[in-house]
């Protein structure tokens, strides 16, 4: 928990930094191919059903819980230092995107942030959600939903592709760091 008020604290201040830093606008051929709309609704509702499904799975299942708020955890610190070591602007085409629940519960009242690129956090994380739940028709499940997010972003142009196709590897390499970290110790002798 005192990670997790850590990152509480900080966040705000880093994306404040990122949002204000001017970074690179990159080429991006596959976005070209794609048409340009406001999909904010059809995003979070894949994102926040995904969440909700995975956190019913997951309550009766405490070790696997436990890894998968670790691989949260790690997920973010990942994604802050990706931030901060590849400056980007976002593609010229940008819709913004708008969480309906968010914008409902406390109004959009700043400056969205959009310079928050490589990698894409919404992609990471509902490939984190597909990670951590087990039995093929949860995991197929939501890896179908982990492309269509993925491709949704894309669509409104919130993300280059590169930042898309990056996300599952930090995904995965923050799940094996929290397996790591929450390996049962073994007594010695066994």
Known sequence: MAFVLVLVLVVPHFYQFIQSRPGQQLADPLLALLPIRDVSSPTFALIYGSSVATIAFL??????????????????????????????????????????????????????????????????????????????????????MTAAVGTLVLVQRVHYSYDVLAAPFFAWLAYWIAGQVTKPVRESGE
């Open 59 to 144: 309550l009766p299942r405490p070790q696997l819980l436990l890894r998968g708020l670790w691989a949260y955890f790690f997920l973010q610190v990942l994604r802050m230092l990706t931030l901060w070591l590849v400056p980007l602007d976002p593609p010229t085409e940008l819709v913004v995107l708008h969480d309906p629940m968010m914008d409902h519960l406390f109004g959009v009242t700043t400056q969205p942030i959009v310079r928050d690129l490589f990698f894409s956090g919404h992609t990471a994380t509902m490939t984190l959600l597909a990670l951590v739940v087990r039995g093929p028709w949860w995991r197929w499940g939501l890896a179908l």
